[in-house]
């Protein structure tokens, strides 16, 4: 059986195919994504004509990829992307009238919950926090011994954090401060699951792979892992303009110049209010937890 999931975020909207195999495992066929920002067109809590037709011809391409393979089942959601806009209802019934594609709107624990599984199947974390730092909000979940013990979603995001801050590759010191100073005040409901030091952190989610492969690039593809001291690298890189990092990031992850300060920035925050032993990047996330959880599971 094939599979298509398309998972409408607030930065990039994302098409993952996979062929389900015996024994509950699967094998990713096709990934393709489009960076429609659908968080810079919200407006007065709405999302925009703009962001609405952005949507619709993400979703028309996706359809139109999915027909011609002849995938056997199509499954669409949206998180943060629609989460929090006081349309959702329309702007789902409108993509489904246009597309065929039924939007089922996850809510924060929901994501957490797939995150963690996704996380779990890349990486056999069984003690620690998974993080989905998204575009617009952050997942935390705690497990301890493979058994989620406390979540949490909190409404921060890279992208949302850089509209309004980020003009420019560059951050002014202003920006800065003003960026530091809404995660920590955002971050607050996330402390009392990050304030038992875990035994691991895992980031789940475009940013932290761009950050990881941006490292890497850097220091022409080191095998070290990626850990704290690779986020400070990149910070003070961006801080300082360095034109090496530029470099390393624009090759890394070119569509993430523009919101992958903003996403160090939220990463070292959390890294340091958990005092973590050690440091994961997920190759798999959400849409693998969400295949694993609502389809393989079913």
Same mark, same amino acid.
């Given at each position: 059986?094939?599979?298509?999931?398309?998972?409408?975020?607030?930065?990039? @909207?994302?098409?993952?195919?996979?062929?389900?195999?015996?024994? #509950?495992?699967?094998?990713?066929?096709?990934?393709?994504?489009?960076?429609? %920002?659908?968080?810079?067109?919200?407006?007065?809590?709405? !999302?925009?004509?703009?962001?609405?037709?952005?949507?619709?011809?993400?979703?028309?391409?996706?359809?139109?990829?999915?027909?011609?393979?002849?995938v056997?089942?199509?499954?669409?959601?949206?998180?943060?992307?629609?989460?929090?806009?006081?349309?959702?209802?329309? @702007?789902?019934?409108?993509?489904?009238?246009?597309? #065929?594609?039924?939007?089922e709107?996850?809510?924060?624990?929901?994501? &957490?919950?797939?995150?963690?599984?996704?996380?779990?199947?890349?990486? %056999?974390?069984?003690?620690?926090?998974?993080?989905?730092?998204?575009?617009?909000?952050?997942?935390?979940?705690?497990?301890? *011994?493979?058994?989620?013990?406390? $979540?949490?979603?909190?409404? !921060?995001?890279?992208?949302?954090?850089?509209?309004? *801050?980020?003009?420019?590759?560059?951050?002014?010191?202003?920006?800065?401060?003003?960026?530091?100073? @809404?995660?920590?005040?955002?971050?607050?409901? &996330?402390?009392?699951?990050?304030?038992?030091?875990?035994?691991?952190?895992?980031? @789940?989610?475009?940013?932290?792979? #761009?950050?990881?492969?941006?490292?890497?690039? !850097?220091?022409?593809?080191?095998?070290?892992?990626?850990?704290?001291?690779?986020?400070?690298?990149?910070?003070?890189?961006?801080?300082?303009?360095?034109?090496?990092?530029?470099?390393?990031?624009?090759?890394?992850?070119?569509?993430?110049?523009?919101?992958?300060?903003?996403g160090?920035?939220?990463?070292?925050?959390?890294?340091?209010?958990?005092?973590?032993?050690?440091?994961?990047?997920?190759?798999?996330?959400?849409?693998?937890?969400? $295949?694993?959880?609502?389809?393989?599971?079913?």
């Open positions: 059986m094939v599979t298509g999931i398309i998972d409408v975020g607030s930065n990039t @909207v994302r098409l993952s195919i996979y062929r389900l195999e015996n024994g #509950g495992s699967f094998k990713l066929l096709l990934s393709k994504k489009i960076v429609a %920002g659908l968080a810079s067109y919200v407006t007065d809590g709405a !999302l925009g004509q703009e962001g609405i037709e952005k949507l619709y011809k993400c979703l028309k391409e996706f359809r139109s990829i999915v027909t011609s393979l002849e056997s089942a199509v499954r669409a959601f949206a998180t943060a992307s629609l989460r929090y806009v006081r349309n959702a209802k329309a @702007v789902v019934s409108s993509m489904y009238n246009e597309t #065929g594609l039924l939007l709107i996850i809510n924060g624990e929901e994501e &957490a919950h797939l995150s963690f599984m996704g996380a779990r199947y890349s990486t %056999g974390i069984e003690n620690g926090v998974v993080v989905d730092l998204g575009g617009a909000s952050c997942e935390l979940i705690r497990e301890e *011994n493979g058994i989620a013990v406390g $979540l949490t979603s909190i409404p !921060l995001g890279c992208l949302s954090l850089s509209v309004g *801050n980020v003009d420019t590759i560059f951050p002014e010191p202003e920006a800065t401060e003003n960026m530091k100073a @809404v995660i920590k005040n955002t971050m607050k409901p &996330a402390i009392p699951l990050l304030a038992k030091r875990p035994e691991t952190l895992c980031f @789940v989610g475009g940013t932290a792979r #761009g950050a990881s492969r941006s490292f890497k690039e !850097l220091h022409l593809r080191a095998n070290g892992s990626f850990g704290p001291e690779g986020i400070d690298t990149l910070i003070k890189g961006f801080e300082l303009r360095d034109t090496a990092t530029m470099q390393a990031v624009r090759s890394a992850a070119p569509d993430r110049v523009f919101t992958l300060y903003a160090l920035l939220i990463m070292r925050e959390i890294i340091q209010a958990s005092s973590a032993d050690s440091l994961l990047v997920s190759k798999c996330g959400i849409r693998e937890g969400y $295949l694993i959880d609502r389809i393989i599971g079913a």
